[in-house]
C-alpha cells in the first residue's frame, strides 16, 4: 500500500503564524474527530499551547460510537486535560461548548473584571484538516462568519471573528510533518481529513473494508448484505452487485464502489463508528495508558 503524506507547504506557513500569534490569545480550543481523536491529534500543535488553558473537541460525536466516545472521552479528562464532546453541526452543542470554553478562562475573565476591564478573551481554534474547525465558529457566531467545506484544506489564513465576549482565531488545519502510524494515517482518509486526491481510492477503499469487517461487521451486513468472512476485495465486489455498479459488458464498476464505500461511512449510512482504542489514545499522547 502506497505510503499517505500530506503536509503542503502553507501548513508549515499556517504553523510558524499560530507560534507568532499564540501570545495574543488567552486559551486553545483543539479540535479532534470524535470517530479518530488519536488519529487527529497533532502533538505539535498541542506543544504550541504551552500553559495557556487548552480543551479539547471530540468533534463530529454524532457519527462516531457513542459508548466508545464516552470512554476516550473519561481516559482524556483522567489525564488531566478538559476535554467535551459535542457535534458543533447541532444547534443543541451551543450551550455544552459556551460553558467550557467559559470554565476555560474564568479564572482570567474574573481578574479583568477586577480591573474593570473590557477586554475580550481570545481563543485559537487549532487542528488538523476538515476536524470542523470552521463549522465550530459559526456555531458560536450564530452565521456563517468561516468558510467551510466537506474536503480537507479550506481555510488557508488566520482570520479573527468575534463570538459575544470572545474573539476565535480560525488557523488553517495543519498536519503532522510525517504519518509515521499509516493506521491511524488511513483512519484520517477515511473520514477525510486527508485530501482525497492524493489519496489512492482503490487502496483506502479496501483498508476500510478490511477493517470494518473486524470493527463492525453488522455495517457491512446492514448496508451491503455481506455477512460471510470475505475479503476486502471479496467485499468490494459484494458492494458493487449491492448498490448496481455495473459497467457494460457485466463487469463491476469498481470505481463508484470504492467511493460509495467511503462516502457511506462519512455520511453515517454505515451507522456510528469509532476507529481509535484507548491505547491508541496513550500511543498518540493525549492520553495515560489505561490500568
Not at 459575544?164 to 504519518?179: H, Q
Not at 485530501?195 to 451491503?224: C, F, M, Q, V
Not at 449491492?242 to 454505515?270: H, M, Q, S
Request: one cysteine or more; glycine letters at 8%.
Amino acid at each position: 500500500m502506497k505510503t499517505i503524506q500530506w503536509y503542503p507547504g502553507h501548513m508549515a506557513k499556517a504553523v510558524r503564524m499560530m507560534e507568532e500569534n499564540i501570545t495574543l490569545c488567552d486559551a486553545v480550543v483543539f479540535v479532534l474527530d470524535a470517530r479518530c481523536p488519536a488519529a487527529s491529534y497533532n502533538a505539535r500543535l498541542s506543544a504550541l499551547a504551552g500553559s495557556k488553558p487548552v480543551l479539547f473537541l471530540l468533534n463530529k460525536a454524532d457519527l462516531a460510537d457513542p459508548n466508545a466516545t464516552d470512554a476516550l472521552l473519561a481516559q482524556i479528562r483522567r489525564s488531566g486535560r478538559q476535554a467535551i464532546r459535542i457535534s458543533c453541526t447541532a444547534a443543541s452543542s451551543l450551550r455544552i461548548l459556551r460553558e467550557a470554553m467559559e470554565q476555560l478562562v474564568r479564572e482570567k475573565a474574573e481578574r479583568l473584571r477586577e480591573k474593570g476591564s473590557k477586554k475580550p478573551l481570545r481563543f485559537l481554534i487549532a487542528g488538523i484538516p476538515n476536524t470542523g474547525k470552521s463549522t465550530l465558529i459559526n456555531l458560536l457566531a450564530g452565521a456563517k462568519k468561516a468558510a467551510t467545506g466537506d474536503k480537507a484544506g479550506v481555510t488557508r489564513a488566520k482570520q479573527w471573528v468575534k463570538c459575544g465576549g470572545f474573539e476565535l482565531m480560525d488557523t488553517p488545519g495543519t498536519m503532522p510533518p510525517c504519518c509515521d502510524d499509516q493506521i491511524l494515517a488511513r483512519r484520517l482518509a477515511y473520514v477525510g481529513c486527508i485530501n482525497d486526491e492524493i489519496l489512492e481510492t482503490d487502496e483506502i477503499a479496501l483498508a476500510l473494508l478490511g477493517e470494518l469487517s473486524k470493527l463492525r461487521p453488522s455495517a457491512l451486513s446492514e448496508r451491503y448484505g455481506i455477512e460471510e468472512e470475505l475479503t476486502p476485495a471479496e467485499m468490494l465486489d459484494r458492494v458493487c452487485k449491492t448498490r448496481g455498479f455495473i459497467l457494460r459488458g457485466g463487469e463491476f464498476d469498481y470505481e463508484r464502489g470504492e467511493r460509495a464505500v467511503i462516502d457511506d461511512l462519512r455520511k453515517g449510512k454505515l451507522g456510528r463508528i469509532t476507529f481509535d482504542s484507548a491505547a491508541d489514545l496513550a500511543a498518540a499522547g493525549l492520553a495515560r495508558p489505561e490500568e
